[in-house]
């Protein structure tokens, strides 16, 4: 059989990327031009910024992968793209260069949703194995997914506010440090001894949803008691205290979830799951409970093209196909491609 070689460019958010994937679990190149500095003093990502810096970056950014990966555009299957969800200007920077490079060489156009892009990234260091549960925590999305298979999503429990990563920003940035404040957090937390103790927020007990809006405010009310009093806080305790939090929390609903779906195999994905304190709590749990856990590296947790193309090449075996008439959609649904 013919190799089957797929571009894919994401431009859903802060990062420029583009990647070359060879049958669904090969990397072949990978590249991303990430805007951060750009954002860093707004302390947060400015959409029309976002746009502007994707327009400039993404051809040189889709020669680069194709250089990296030595090939020519008559070398590929098809282009995938991020369809959404994600900031609208920047989505569409991505999809119009995807059309534009589509139709220039005759190839199919495959729209992939970007949480099944995280979810997927997985494929690239080993293969899924089903009934499969996908813990999906990103800047924007917290959600535990149940696969049966390939291109089968079913959301049993996702975020009622922040997303975990939004959470991990906001408390950084209260506590005066930079964009994006997840890795931040994760740093001073390992360096405390003790925690300042916050509330874990677990809902009804039978929920399989988030709230975090909750324990930020509880974080956010901590430092101005403190500060009332004159004091100073301790940001490390503070740190490890809202880690603790989310940790404990993520963990225990992806155990109960992984038990009463008597799951095979368990992934997590997304910005945070590059944090150091879950991925530890996870791996020591679902080695306890006996079930095969993977988080992907560093890399490939946080925003990247490498994983558009592992879902796309799965998308375009089951016969999907996107054409010229597609658009940004911000609040893209995750829907099954399967049967
Ligand atoms: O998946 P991602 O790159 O973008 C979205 O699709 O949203 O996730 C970005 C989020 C940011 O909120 C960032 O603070 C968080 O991932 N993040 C982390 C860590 N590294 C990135 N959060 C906690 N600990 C980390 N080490
Ligand atoms: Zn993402």
Redesign the pocket.
């Known amino acids: 059989m013919e190799n089957q070689l797929i571009l894919a460019i994401e431009t859903?958010?802060d990062?420029t990327a583009a990647a070359v994937i060879k049958n669904g679990n090969e990397i072949i190149s990978n590249v991303v031009a990430s805007q951060i500095e750009s954002h860093k003093r707004f302390g947060g990502v400015v959409p029309e910024i976002a746009s502007r810096h994707h327009v400039e970056q993404i051809t040189i950014v889709i020669e680069e992968a194709l250089l990296q990966a030595k090939i020519t555009p008559s070398d590929l299957t098809a282009v995938a793209v991020t369809e959404g969800p994600g900031l609208v200007g920047a989505l569409l920077i991505g999809i119009n260069a995807a059309k534009a490079f589509a139709f220039a060489n005759s190839l199919p156009l495959i729209g992939v949703h970007?949480i099944a892009g995280?979810i997927y990234a997985n494929e690239l260091m080993q293969p899924m194995v089903f009934p499969l549960l996908a813990l999906v925590v990103?800047?924007?999305?917290t959600e535990l997914v149940i696969m049966k298979e390939h291109g089968s999503f079913e959301v049993i429990g996702e975020t009622r506010d922040d997303?975990?990563?939004?959470a991990?920003?906001k408390v950084?940035r209260v506590l005066g440090l930079p964009y994006?404040?997840?890795?931040h957090?994760?740093r001073l937390a390992h360096e405390a001894t003790t925690a300042v103790d916050f509330p874990r927020i677990w809902l009804e007990e039978d929920s399989y949803d988030f709230s975090f809006s909750g324990l930020k405010s509880a974080v956010i009310n901590y430092k101005h008691n403190v500060d009332q009093r004159g004091g100073e806080i301790s940001a490390e305790e503070v740190a490890k205290g809202f880690q603790d939090s989310v940790v404990e929390v993520i963990t225990g609903k992806a155990i109960r979830a992984a038990r009463e779906y008597d799951v095979k195999q368990v992934v997590a994905a997304?910005?945070?799951s590059?944090?150091?304190g879950?991925r530890t709590a996870l791996t020591a749990a679902f080695d306890k409970e006996g079930i095969p856990f993977y988080v992907p590296p560093l890399a490939l947790?946080?925003?990247n093209a490498a994983m558009i193309g592992a879902a796309a090449s799965k998308m375009y075996d089951s016969g999907v196909r996107g054409n010229l008439a597609m658009n940004g959609t911000p609040g893209m649904v995750l829907t099954n491609w399967c049967e």
Request: charged share 20%; aromatic share 4%; net charge negative.
């Open positions: 859903s958010c990062e970007h995280h990103s800047g924007g999305h997303a975990a990563g939004e991990y920003d950084a994006p404040g997840g890795p957090i994760d997304g910005g945070v590059a944090n150091k879950l947790c946080t925003d």
